[in-house]
Protein backbone atom coordinates (compact mmCIF):
# COMPACT_ATOMS: atom_id res chain seq x y z
CA UNK A 1 0.00 0.00 0.00
CA UNK A 2 0.97 3.11 -0.79
CA UNK A 3 1.46 6.37 1.36
CA UNK A 4 1.47 9.54 0.18
CA UNK A 5 2.45 12.97 2.02
CA UNK A 6 1.83 16.55 -0.15
CA UNK A 7 3.74 19.68 0.65
CA UNK A 8 5.41 22.62 -0.98
CA UNK A 9 1.88 24.73 -1.05
CA UNK A 10 1.22 28.25 0.49
CA UNK A 11 0.07 31.85 -0.52
CA UNK A 12 1.46 33.33 -3.59
CA UNK A 13 0.98 36.18 -5.45
CA UNK A 14 -0.79 36.16 -9.36
CA UNK A 15 1.19 35.34 -11.93
CA UNK A 16 4.15 33.80 -9.30
CA UNK A 17 4.68 30.03 -9.36
CA UNK A 18 5.18 27.18 -6.68
CA UNK A 19 5.85 23.75 -6.74
CA UNK A 20 4.66 20.84 -4.89
CA UNK A 21 6.05 17.72 -3.75
CA UNK A 22 4.40 14.20 -3.38
CA UNK A 23 6.81 11.86 -1.29
CA UNK A 24 5.57 8.40 -1.60
CA UNK A 25 6.13 5.43 0.85
CA UNK A 26 6.23 1.64 -0.80
CA UNK A 27 7.44 -0.68 -3.11
CA UNK A 28 4.72 0.06 -5.45
CA UNK A 29 5.73 3.62 -6.22
CA UNK A 30 7.89 3.19 -9.11
CA UNK A 31 4.87 1.35 -11.06
CA UNK A 32 2.23 3.49 -10.69
CA UNK A 33 0.74 6.40 -12.61
CA UNK A 34 0.59 8.97 -10.95
CA UNK A 35 -2.02 12.04 -10.83
CA UNK A 36 -2.35 15.55 -9.14
CA UNK A 37 -6.30 17.02 -8.86
CA UNK A 38 -7.69 19.88 -7.28
CA UNK A 39 -10.44 21.01 -5.11
CA UNK A 40 -11.81 24.42 -4.74
CA UNK A 41 -14.13 25.69 -2.19
CA UNK A 42 -17.60 24.87 -2.85
CA UNK A 43 -16.74 22.67 -5.88
CA UNK A 44 -15.96 19.31 -6.64
CA UNK A 45 -12.63 17.89 -6.94
CA UNK A 46 -11.19 17.89 -10.14
CA UNK A 47 -8.37 16.10 -12.75
CA UNK A 48 -5.58 18.55 -12.90
CA UNK A 49 -2.90 15.89 -14.53
CA UNK A 50 -1.44 12.69 -14.53
CA UNK A 51 2.18 11.11 -14.96
CA UNK A 52 2.91 7.30 -15.94
CA UNK A 53 5.22 5.11 -13.96
CA UNK A 54 8.46 5.85 -16.30
CA UNK A 55 7.34 9.57 -16.60
CA UNK A 56 7.22 9.51 -20.64
CA UNK A 57 3.45 10.01 -20.87
CA UNK A 58 1.70 12.98 -19.33
CA UNK A 59 -1.22 14.70 -19.75
CA UNK A 60 -2.96 17.75 -18.29
CA UNK A 61 -6.29 19.19 -18.05
CA UNK A 62 -6.80 22.55 -20.56
CA UNK A 63 -7.14 25.01 -17.75
CA UNK A 64 -3.56 24.08 -16.46
CA UNK A 65 -1.98 23.02 -20.13
CA UNK A 66 1.12 25.31 -20.61
CA UNK A 67 1.33 26.56 -17.12
CA UNK A 68 2.13 23.41 -15.44
CA UNK A 69 4.31 20.48 -15.47
CA UNK A 70 4.44 17.30 -13.65
CA UNK A 71 7.62 15.15 -13.21
CA UNK A 72 8.24 12.54 -10.96
CA UNK A 73 11.61 10.84 -9.53
CA UNK A 74 11.46 7.11 -9.06
CA UNK A 75 14.58 6.94 -7.01
CA UNK A 76 13.07 9.84 -4.54
CA UNK A 77 9.59 8.03 -4.57
CA UNK A 78 8.43 11.73 -5.35
CA UNK A 79 6.27 13.29 -7.87
CA UNK A 80 6.37 17.30 -8.28
CA UNK A 81 4.10 19.60 -9.56
CA UNK A 82 5.48 22.96 -10.69
CA UNK A 83 2.94 25.75 -11.27
CA UNK A 84 3.75 28.83 -13.03
CA UNK A 85 1.68 31.55 -13.93
CA UNK A 86 -0.46 30.67 -11.17
CA UNK A 87 -3.94 32.57 -11.37
CA UNK A 88 -6.56 32.88 -8.56
CA UNK A 89 -8.78 30.59 -9.63
CA UNK A 90 -5.62 28.09 -8.95
CA UNK A 91 -6.75 28.09 -6.18
CA UNK A 92 -7.83 24.75 -4.17
CA UNK A 93 -6.73 22.14 -1.79
CA UNK A 94 -4.27 20.06 -4.18
CA UNK A 95 -4.61 16.30 -3.71
CA UNK A 96 -1.87 13.68 -5.11
CA UNK A 97 -2.67 10.27 -6.21
CA UNK A 98 -1.54 6.79 -6.82
CA UNK A 99 -3.17 4.11 -9.13
CA UNK A 100 -3.02 0.58 -9.52
CA UNK A 101 -2.12 1.21 -13.24
CA UNK A 102 0.88 1.93 -14.50
CA UNK A 103 -0.15 4.58 -17.35
CA UNK A 104 -3.76 6.15 -17.90
CA UNK A 105 -5.59 7.89 -20.41
CA UNK A 106 -6.74 11.02 -20.09
CA UNK A 107 -8.63 12.63 -17.97
CA UNK A 108 -8.79 9.46 -15.95
CA UNK A 109 -11.48 9.27 -13.32
CA UNK A 110 -10.80 9.64 -9.98
CA UNK A 111 -11.72 5.80 -9.40
CA UNK A 112 -8.65 4.97 -10.88
CA UNK A 113 -6.54 6.34 -8.59
CA UNK A 114 -6.57 3.94 -5.04
CA UNK A 115 -4.42 6.10 -2.78
CA UNK A 116 -4.86 9.62 -2.18
CA UNK A 117 -2.80 12.19 -0.22
CA UNK A 118 -4.07 14.51 2.64
CA UNK A 119 -4.07 17.56 0.53
CA UNK A 120 -2.21 20.82 0.37
CA UNK A 121 -3.66 23.98 0.19
CA UNK A 122 -2.65 26.51 -2.57
CA UNK A 123 -4.06 30.22 -2.41
CA UNK A 124 -3.53 32.91 -5.37
CA UNK A 125 -4.28 36.16 -4.54
CA UNK A 126 -5.37 38.72 -6.91
Known amino acids: QVQLVESGGGLVQAGGSLRLSCAAS????????MGWFRQAPGKEREFVTT????????YYADSVKGRFTISRDNAKNTVYLQMNSLKPEDTAVYYC???????????????????WGQGTQVTVSS
Open 97 to 115: AASRYGTLGGPPPETRFHC
Open 26 to 33: GRTFSNSA
Open 51 to 58: ISWSGSST
